[in-house]
């Protein structure tokens, strides 16, 4: 028996799903044209700044600091150049493996580890970063008869702060050390920001603080192209690194390690002013400290002796500490008096040695000076 199709329904079915899968088609050309209108259009600025932040980086060029001279040019902080021994992880493969290594060749400490594990967490891996400082020439020589051993680590020349003088106006000058999370905090929420990329260190005390703008310098750059997994291929462009400014001082060096010197082993604090214009001649404060101890991070031993003594050597005294005027205050009231006309130089007091006020006796010489005038009293501080 035959079997009798209807070729109109068949007909009609298959229409409808043409225009189905037709409908289902075009809804996904649709979804994807949006799709590509959404990245290429909408998202277009975003997303290229993402591809071109991919294929590129900038590297910091940090400044060279700025030197600190007294009034007559002897240099009072300086920097010098040093070898250091410097890792590209992008290059080094297992780090952990390349550090044991090196230390077979190079001595390398449990600080020197900790402070390279640090910075590779503020730096990209494809940034040198030191694992040791200040290498002696032993060092270096032993280092380059291996270096083929040592994919991505290499000896370069560093700048490095330097007090020449020591401990010499210590804390007139301050000093350098590493920064802080307290000051990195700070500088990321300033201006400086771009400015400090790649520093390690900022003025802590004195002149290096308070001028540290004007000694810092201008931050440097280089655009380089990576590769997929952040390697350096080549240089695209670069800006160089402005040095910071040289800071003289009206401080005569001469004069001020007379006076400490003076001062021997005793506690004590001395500024020495030019009356004519009131340039600071010497600022002492003693006991002093070198400030070359701090520059690459102090170690347990030094910090326990500074800040356990009894002397306290890192207290400015002559900034931070209280004294009573005394006699020094005297010769301002004398000229007081005169200016208001209380009193004249040749008008004669007499001392008994003592002077109650408020209920309170304050005594002067044993048995006081008898009369005297102005200038006598000044002389023999009465």
């Not at 009072?76 to 410097?86: F, G, I, Q």
């Not at 490095?160 to 920064?179: E, K, T």
Request: proline fraction near 4%; hydrophobic fraction near 40%; charge should be positive.
């Amino acid at each position: 028996m035959t079997e009798l199709r209807n070729v109109d329904a068949d007909a009609a079915r298959f229409r409808t799903r043409v225009l189905v899968i037709g409908a289902v088609v075009f809804l996904a050309f649709c979804l994807i044209v949006a799709r590509l209108l959404f990245l290429q259009v909408v998202r277009h600025e975003d997303l290229a700044a993402q591809a071109e932040s991919n294929r590129t980086a900038i590297v910091p060029i940090v400044p060279n600091r700025g030197l600190i001279l007294d009034r007559n040019g002897v240099v009072l902080a300086t920097n010098y150049s040093a070898y250091t021994l410097e890792i590209t992880p992008a290059r080094a493969g297992v780090l952990d493996d390349t550090i044991n290594a090196l230390s077979k060749v190079v001595e390398i400490q449990t600080r020197d580890r900790r402070r390279f594990k640090r910075l590779m967490e503020e730096s990209r891996n494809f940034e040198s970063l030191p694992i040791r400082t200040r290498l002696t020439d032993e060092e270096v020589a032993r280092f380059a008869a291996q270096r083929y051993r040592f994919p991505g680590v290499d000896i370069k020349a560093r700048l490095f702060r330097n007090y020449p003088l020591g401990d010499v106006a210590s804390h007139a000058i301050g000093y350098i050390g590493r920064i802080n999370q307290a000051e990195k905090s700070r500088i990321q929420d300033s201006e400086d920001e771009a400015n400090y990329r790649g520093t390690e260190h900022i003025g802590k005390l004195g002149i290096e603080q308070s001028y540290e703008a004007a000694l810092h310098g201008t931050t440097g750059v280089e655009q380089m192209e990576t590769s997929a997994g952040g390697r350096a291929v080549r240089k695209l462009s670069s800006r160089a690194a402005t040095p910071g400014d040289s800071v003289m001082l009206s401080i005569d060096i001469k004069l001020q390690k007379l006076v400490e010197d003076l001062y021997g082993t005793r506690r004590g604090a001395l500024v020495a002013i030019d009356p004519r214009n009131g340039e600071i001649l010497a600022l002492v404060s003693m006991p002093k400290f070198d400030p070359n101890l701090f520059v690459e991070g102090i170690d347990v031993e030094n910090w326990a002796a500074l800040n356990e003594s009894i002397d306290k050597p890192l207290l400015n005294r002559a900034l931070r500490g209280t004294y009573p005027p005394g006699s020094t205050y005297k010769p301002f009231m004398a000229l007081a008096a005169l200016q208001l006309g209380k009193r004249s130089a040749s008008l004669v007091v007499n001392d008994p040695g003592s002077y109650t006020f408020g209920g309170h006796t304050f005594r002067s010489h044993e048995g006081g000076l008898g009369g005297g005038d102005m200038h006598r009293a000044i002389q023999f501080s009465s």
